[in-house]
């Protein structure tokens, strides 16, 4: 009996051993464009180059971007956009002409390796693409067939959010709405085909959601001595992103995909952010850039608890702070460069610097616990007056006497402008749709602010955290 349990476990040994040994464990970057201030395509490949990154992933598939990575040795992942997926699901020749236009005059001298059907599909509520992301998947890989290209894998990004269930990790399950639909067809291609799973995966927002139950130190890799182990399974982890990985392993392998590979399309964590956005700073930033590449790196691979010895190719978020990008603070806060190209602070993608070998010391964290207090929403800065003005109109056609103080002889009218106008606007409209979800960005518009703008008569109503 023991000859006969003993051949399985030692051929899928050897099975991960070869698949993993195909696989580069070489930590890539991000390279999103939403920034109006943003170095050319050619300086940002060399950006990238000093950074010892080996892959770069873009998200579509721009010819200026691709152009220079010509000749490099920097793997690359491109993306079809978002709004073709539709299309391209029922036209074979549409699909053909996208990989014929967007693929073939770049392939082989620009190393692609990586097509992205989408990104982040399955985060929003269905628009209708849903059900048409496997089929465009499959057309866009029967289109690489026809190009006789066999070094591209497809795939499309995940948000963490396609789980319902992550903790513990061996209760990883996904959402009841995409997980028989679009998930399940999904993996039989990916099985199919030896490509990856690709998710985004942020211990940041884990951690923040949840401070009071999770350490900082185990979200950024210094845990030492804290641990928890999977009452489910007795694994033991030490990390939150091995945590947030394991759940994915475990949700596909309830679906009877349990050795479809891991790919990490995103993670990272903000260097800055809004006043209530707790722990982004540079400090943090580089910690867990620094740590989550040095694990990534290890030869031979480490894996997590429940794969281990797995190499998990992996791409960090991202080459630039994007001033453009949408939502809250840190979105606009995860690069390692500032736009005008100078490194927000040390990071070695090869992994062979270590820790202790990183000279500059970075600034001491001043936001590790949450900011108590009062805060008001204010115009950043008066740059496009239309869009400022439409803002304003926003706000006070929402709620309850929103903007009654800066009528016409009104507490607030005076100062009669925009910038106060709005800035008034901004902070009622807050006051009163935070608890509700409601935010102080205005599509990056606003900021928040510490410093009661409110004087004489005019007291201007705050956020009190």
């Avoid at 959010?161 to 990883?172: A, K, R």
């Avoid at 928890?228 to 007795?234: A, V, W």
């Avoid at 033991?236 to 392998?253: G, P, R, S």
Wanted: with cysteine; charged share 20%; proline share 8%.
């Amino acid at each position: 009996m023991m000859g006969l349990g003993f051949v399985p476990i030692f051929s899928l040994a050897l099975l991960v051993s070869i698949s993993s040994a195909e696989i580069s464990n070489k930590v890539g970057i991000n390279y999103g464009q939403l920034g109006n201030n943003l170095p050319s395509p050619s300086e940002s490949v060399e950006l990238i180059k000093s950074l010892k990154a080996k892959r770069v992933k873009i998200y579509d598939a721009n010819p200026d971007i691709l152009k220079s990575l010509k000749d490099t040795d920097i793997q690359v992942s491109i993306m079809v956009p978002n709004e073709l997926i539709e299309n391209i699901s029922k036209s074979q020749s549409l699909s053909d002409q996208w990989v014929k236009t967007n693929v073939v005059p770049y392939y082989p001298d620009v190393k692609i390796r990586y097509l992205l059907v989408g990104n982040e599909i399955l985060t929003n509520p269905d628009s209708g693409t849903w059900f048409n992301l496997v089929p465009a998947m499959r057309r866009i890989k029967a289109s690489l067939k026809t190009h006789k290209i066999k070094k591209v894998k497809v795939g499309t990004p995940s948000a963490i959010n396609v789980l319902e269930s992550s903790f513990p990790p061996s209760n990883g399950t996904f959402r009841a709405d995409i997980s028989g639909p679009v998930i399940k067809p999904m993996l039989q291609f990916l099985d199919r085909t030896k490509s990856f799973f690709f998710i985004d995966v942020y211990p940041y927002f884990a951690w923040a959601d949840n401070q009071q139950n999770i350490n900082l130190d185990y979200a950024l890799f210094k845990a030492g001595n804290i641990t928890y182990t999977d009452p489910g399974t007795n694994l033991t982890y030490t990390n939150l992103l091995d945590q947030m990985l394991d759940a994915v392993a475990f949700a596909m392998k309830r679906l009877g995909y349990p050795d479809v590979r891991i790919f990490i399309a995103e993670t990272g964590w903000p260097n800055d952010g809004d006043i209530d956005q707790v722990g982004a700073n540079i400090y943090n930033s580089a910690t867990f850039n620094r740590n989550v590449i040095k694990k990534l790196t290890t030869k031979p691979a480490i894996g997590t608890p429940a794969r281990p010895g797995w190499v998990i190719p992996s791409i960090i978020f991202s080459l630039y702070n994007e001033n453009q990008k949408p939502g809250p603070g840190t979105e606009r806060h995860f690069g390692l460069f500032y736009p005008n190209g100078t490194k927000i602070y040390e990071v070695d993608f090869s992994g062979d610097t270590p820790l202790s070998g990183y000279k500059k010391p970075l600034p001491a964290p001043t936001n590790n616990e949450p900011y108590k207090g009062k805060i008001w929403c204010l115009v950043a800065k008066v740059v496009n007056k239309t869009a400022v003005g439409d803002a304003l109109s926003y706000a006070c056609s929402q709620g309850n006497k929103t903007c009654d103080a800066i009528q016409p002889g009104k507490e607030c009218y005076q100062p009669d402008s925009l910038f106060w106008h709005a800035s008034y606007a901004f902070s009622s409209y807050w006051a009163q749709f935070k608890k509700s979800g409601g935010t102080c960005s205005f599509n990056g518009l606003a900021t928040m602010t510490p410093k009661d703008p409110s004087f004489g008569h005019c007291k201007f109503p705050a956020v009190t955290l």
